[in-house]
């Protein structure tokens, strides 16, 4: 019984979360404001061009088409100033485990996500080898919430999206998931990602008897 399990990458298998903020409240302060822990909660899942828009939406700042290409990028560059350092003792608690079953009883295994970075992510936790497919913000026209990522995802892993099962840690990724037709599974607060069909809080809190009866369903 051959299932698809795609995962998206930030906030389910890497916290790197926390660098975008790093970057992106540099950012603002340059501008003259300052972002909090908790509007940087709401850019999760959000592509790149979108979440500069919401900040500046923040900040009362508009740009012009010149000097938000340069914000974009000097955001960039200090993003992968940060990635450079990552290695795999950043994946996140129970996650080569999981992966480790998935490839043991020959699962489909492919990468959701909404970073144009993800690749270079992968490569530096050492798990790149891992993905049969990797889907990213490169590879599709339409951001989550559209279900496109992850359509692609089934596509490339050869698997119909009734058959596949996708772990998010954002609102706009359950949303995708579920209008993809797929089993979603929300990592976080049952607050925040209640219109997943299951939630847990991390990995940890998923059994490998849990993961079975996907793959049997
Ligand atoms: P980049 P995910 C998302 O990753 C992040 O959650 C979001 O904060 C970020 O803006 C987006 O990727 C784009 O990232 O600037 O690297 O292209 O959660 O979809 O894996
Ligand atoms: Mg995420």
Redesign the pocket.
Known sequence: NKKGFIF?????IVD??KY?YLSWKSLANELGFDITLEQNEQ??????VR?LEIILGWGNKTLTEEAFAKYMAE??DN?LSHIAQMDAGEILPDIPKTLNYLQETQQGIALG??????RKILQKVNLYETFQAIVD?NDVSKA?PDPEVFLIAAQQLNTVPTDCIVFE??VA?VTAANAAGMISIGIGSDETLGHADYVFNDFTEIQTRFIEELINR
């Open positions: 998206d990458l930030d906030g389910v790197t979360a975008h850019l999760k899942g959000v592509s790149r979440s955001k960039n993003y996500s909404a970073s144009k970075n993800a913000g989550k840690d954002s990724g």
